[in-house]
């Protein structure tokens, strides 16, 4: 039997495919259909069949058990793997990066009458915090807490109550999701400059 390792951060929206991973599974779907592999097989067994279809997916995410598809029209919705069926959904007026899973909660970058980043609660789908800033590239999580670029600069927000404790400016708009390394935090420019700040 032929194994391969699953990347977790693995997502890919076109059209109506999709494609996520989580730890030790992949999926892959179309439509209402969707298809599931383990870490140790390299077969796709079907699951049971979604109640509505993906639609037009933008940014994706799943837990292995939960399927969080956000699409073109500004909707996130929340899908039960086992069941196929919608456990909730929110809507913004556009929603601008893919969503994260982190602690139980939902974040994504979203446009309603300015960009912010909201924070749901995976459960339920109730919105618990946003902040008035945000971007088109999802936030990375790290003990806690959100790194998340915004325009032409980077916050750093506390995961539980969305207070932006840090912020960094940079010269130019950040293109890349900021990462945490050490006491540093690393980010990418508009004109493809690698920047380290050290986190306060």
Same mark, same amino acid.
């Given at each position: 039997?032929?194994?391969?390792?699953?990347?977790?951060?693995?997502? &890919?929206?076109?059209?109506?495919?999709?494609?996520?991973?989580?730890?030790?599974?992949?999926?892959?779907?179309?439509?209402?259909?969707?298809?599931?592999?383990?870490?140790?097989?390299?077969?796709?067994?079907?699951?049971?069949?979604?109640?509505?279809?993906? #639609?037009?997916? $933008?940014?994706?995410?799943? @837990?292995?058990?939960?399927?969080?598809?956000?699409?073109?029209?500004?909707?996130?919705?929340?899908? @039960?793997?086992?069941?196929?069926?919608?456990?909730?959904?929110?809507?913004?007026?556009?929603?601008?990066?893919?969503?994260?899973?982190?602690?139980?909660?939902?974040? +994504?970058?979203?446009?309603?009458? =300015?960009?912010?980043?909201?924070?749901?609660?995976?459960?339920?789908?109730?919105?618990?915090?946003? +902040?008035?800033?945000?971007?088109?590239?999802?936030?990375?999580?790290?003990? #806690?807490?959100?790194?998340?670029?915004? #325009?032409? #600069?980077?916050? &750093? $927000?506390?995961?539980?109550?969305?207070? +932006?404790?840090? =912020?960094?400016?940079?010269?130019?708009?950040?293109?890349?999701?900021?990462?945490?390394?050490?006491?540093?935090?690393?980010?990418?420019?508009?004109?493809?400059?690698?920047?380290?700040?050290?986190? =306060?």
């Amino acid at each position: 039997m032929r194994t391969f390792e699953i990347d977790a951060e693995l997502t &890919v929206a076109a059209d109506n495919l999709w494609v996520a991973g989580s730890s030790g599974a992949a999926f892959f779907g179309y439509g209402k259909n969707y298809w599931r592999s383990g870490a140790n097989s390299d077969k796709f067994e079907p699951g049971p069949a979604l109640s509505e279809p993906a #639609g037009r997916p $933008v940014g994706l995410a799943t @837990d292995g058990r939960i399927l969080l598809i956000a699409d073109d029209e500004g909707t996130l919705r929340a899908f @039960d793997l086992g069941k196929g069926s919608v456990l909730w959904r929110h809507h913004w007026s556009k929603i601008l990066s893919a969503p994260l899973l982190a602690d139980g909660k939902v974040f +994504v970058n979203v446009y309603r009458e =300015r960009p912010g980043l909201a924070a749901l609660a995976l459960s339920s789908g109730d919105e618990l915090w946003q +902040v008035q800033q945000g971007g088109i590239y999802a936030p990375y999580w790290q003990n #806690g807490r959100l790194y998340a670029a915004s #325009g032409a #600069g980077v916050m &750093v $927000v506390d995961g539980a109550t969305g207070k +932006v404790g840090s =912020r960094f400016g940079a010269p130019t708009e950040v293109t890349t999701t900021p990462v945490p390394a050490g006491d540093l935090i690393l980010f990418g420019t508009a004109r493809g400059v690698l920047y380290a700040v050290r986190a =306060r």
